[in-house]
Nanobody, 124 residues
Framework: QVQLQESGPGLVKPSQTLSLTCTVSGDSITNELYYWTWIRQPPGKGLEWMGAISGYGSIFYSPSLKSRTSISRDTSKNQFTLQLSSVTPEDTAVYYC????????????????RGQGTQVTVSS
C-alpha cells in the first residue's frame, strides 16, 4: 500500500514562495508506473492539477501555473517537492500529493493514491 504525506507551512505571506514536501512510503518514486503529482483545491472550487514528476524524472507543469511552479525530487529520501512562487491569496487551497498512472489524473476516482492534503493559507 502506497502512502503519501504532505508537509510544509500552513501560512505563507503574499509574494513569498510556498514550499511543500511529499514523503512517500510503500513504493519508490522512481517507479515508472506512476506520475507523482501535485493537486490543489481552493475553497469552494474544484480540484486543479498543478504538475507531476514521472518515475523517470521527467517534469510536467500546468500551463497556467508553469511560470511560478517548480517540482523536484530527492530519491534518497523518497520525497518530491512543490515550490510555488509569488503567491497571492488566490493560491489559498488544500494541497494534495498523489500517485497516478495517468499524467493528468486529479480527481479521487482517477488517482491511485492520494495524501490527506494540507491546508495552505496565503495571508499577511
Amino acid at each position: 500500500q502506497v502512502q503519501l504525506q504532505e508537509s510544509g507551512p500552513g501560512l505563507v505571506k503574499p509574494s513569498q514562495t510556498l514550499s511543500l514536501t511529499c514523503t512517500v512510503s510503500g513504493d519508490s518514486i522512481t517507479n515508472e508506473l506512476y506520475y507523482w503529482t501535485w493537486i490543489r483545491q481552493p475553497p469552494g472550487k474544484g480540484l486543479e492539477w498543478m504538475g507531476a514528476i514521472s518515475g523517470y524524472g521527467s517534469i510536467f507543469y500546468s500551463p497556467s501555473l508553469k511560470s511560478r511552479t517548480s517540482i523536484s525530487r530527492d530519491t534518497s529520501k523518497n520525497q518530491f517537492t512543490l515550490q510555488l512562487s509569488s503567491v497571492t491569496p488566490e493560491d489559498t487551497a488544500v494541497y494534495y500529493c498523489a500517485a497516478a498512472k495517468d499524467l493528468l489524473a486529479h480527481t479521487r476516482d482517477e488517482l491511485d493514491y492520494r495524501g490527506q492534503g494540507t491546508q495552505v493559507t496565503v495571508s499577511s
